[in-house]
Nanobody, 113 residues
Framework: QVQLVESGGGLVQAGGSLRLSCAAS???????MVWYRQAPGKQREFVAS???????NYANAVKGRFTISRDNAKNTVYLQMDSLKPEDTAVYYC????????WGQGTQVTVSS
């Protein structure tokens, strides 16, 4: 079983930056890790992913502004978010899957205009 804990959310002005962290309870060296987000009244959507060999993929809406990375020694995945926009406001979730899907509790990101 894997427990995921997100942190780093908060309130920031448009154009600002935040770095989210997703700390896992055990080794994630071989895990495919994903960030999702869910805005009020909307469905949860894909943001970015990183494979065990550090191949990354991004949603078009965040490409060029967000960077996903991982530190396997710390069992942690990061999401660096730059040039934030009000439409980035959402709860951000970390996700992985082994035998079962695992989600974190989410961290709120609010971008003011």
């Amino acid at each position: 079983q894997v427990q995921l804990v997100e942190s780093g959310g908060g309130l920031v002005q448009a154009g600002g930056s935040l770095r989210l962290s997703c700390a896992a309870s055990g080794s994630i060296s071989f895990n495919f890790m994903v960030w999702y987000r869910q805005a009020p009244g909307k469905q949860r959507e894909f943001v970015a992913s990183i494979s065990s060999d550090r191949t990354t993929n991004y949603a078009n809406a965040v490409k060029g502004r967000f960077t996903i990375s991982r530190d396997n020694a710390k069992n942690t995945v990061y999401l660096q978010m730059d040039s934030l926009k009000p439409e980035d406001t959402a709860v951000y979730y970390c996700y992985t899957r082994t035998d079962l899907p695992y989600w974190g509790q989410g961290t709120q990101v609010t971008v003011s205009s």
